[in-house]
């Protein structure tokens, strides 16, 4: 069964600081993986995606993953955190559901603190 | 700016209300979702409209009552809450299920609580 698994609830860094947030799955086919980020107050906002066409994927803000299949991780990086960058960021696999469809699942969130 | 619309933003009720959460979205897309989540959570799927039909109920409890009048339009009724419902609804779509490709876009949630 597909799956993803954040590692650390929570991640601090100074401002300035390279930003890396970690997402390990499991899936027994090629997945299609996400990166949301919430801002407090706010619904989902999605970052960036993988559909297996590059495996360095760019997203809004900054921010990049990249998918290697040999330690089945897609991590979030950006190169220099900015204050504005604090929020809570969700990785996500889509997941077969019972019924046939395909939906996503997400991961636990890890909270983004980012220190002046 | 969010392309989903919730409202209301925020909603407190009682046990033995019955209150209605609405959602609209104007991008065509053919699959709506709603959400639970909870605080410092994430967030957990409820039901799922495909092309106005229900396609998923994740076993959710009768008090809550989904309703896809068009393909732009999701409502979700509530009716003999528990205070453990209190939590952010979060309305999402998709331009269909497909094969999960395509990411989804949120609105910014209903935060209700319930007294």
């Known amino acids: 069964a597909q799956s993803v698994t954040q590692l650390g609830s929570h991640v601090s860094v100074s401002e300035g600081a390279l930003v890396l947030l970690r997402c390990n799955y499991s899936?027994?086919?090629?997945?299609?993986l996400f990166w949301y980020v919430q801002y407090p107050n706010q619904g989902l906002q999605l970052l960036l995606k993988?559909?297996?066409?590059?495996?360095l994927v760019k997203g809004i803000n900054g921010f990049e993953a990249e998918f290697k299949k040999s330690e089945t991780s897609f991590h979030l990086t950006k190169p220099s955190a900015h204050m504005s960058d604090a929020a809570e960021y969700f990785c996500?696999?889509?997941?077969?559901?019972?019924?046939?469809?395909?939906?996503?699942?997400f991961g636990r969130g890890t909270s983004l603190i980012v220190h002046p | 700016d969010t392309e989903v619309t919730q409202t209301p933003k925020h909603l407190v009720m009682g046990m033995t209300n019955k209150k209605s959460l609405k959602c609209e979205q104007h991008?065509?897309?053919?699959?709506m979702y709603w959400y639970k989540q909870k605080a410092k959570k994430p967030p957990e799927l409820m039901f799922v409209?495909?092309?106005?039909?229900?396609?998923i109920n994740e076993s959710v409890p009768s008090r809550f009552s989904p309703e896809c009048p068009n393909s732009s339009l999701l409502n979700l009724h509530l009716h003999a809450l528990q205070p453990e419902d209190s939590a952010l609804y979060l309305c999402?779509?998709?331009?269909?299920?497909?094969?999960?490709?395509?990411?989804?876009?949120f609105g910014n949630g209903t935060r209700l609580t319930v007294t």
């Open positions: 996500a696999v889509t997941i077969t559901h019972s019924g046939g469809s395909y939906i996503p699942t």
């Open positions: 993988y559909t297996s066409a590059a495996t």
């Open positions: 999402a779509s998709s331009p269909s299920e497909g094969r999960g490709q395509s990411p989804l876009h």
């Open positions: 899936s027994s086919v090629p997945p299609y």
């Open positions: 991008m065509g897309h053919r699959a």
């Open positions: 409209y495909s092309y106005e039909k229900l396609s």
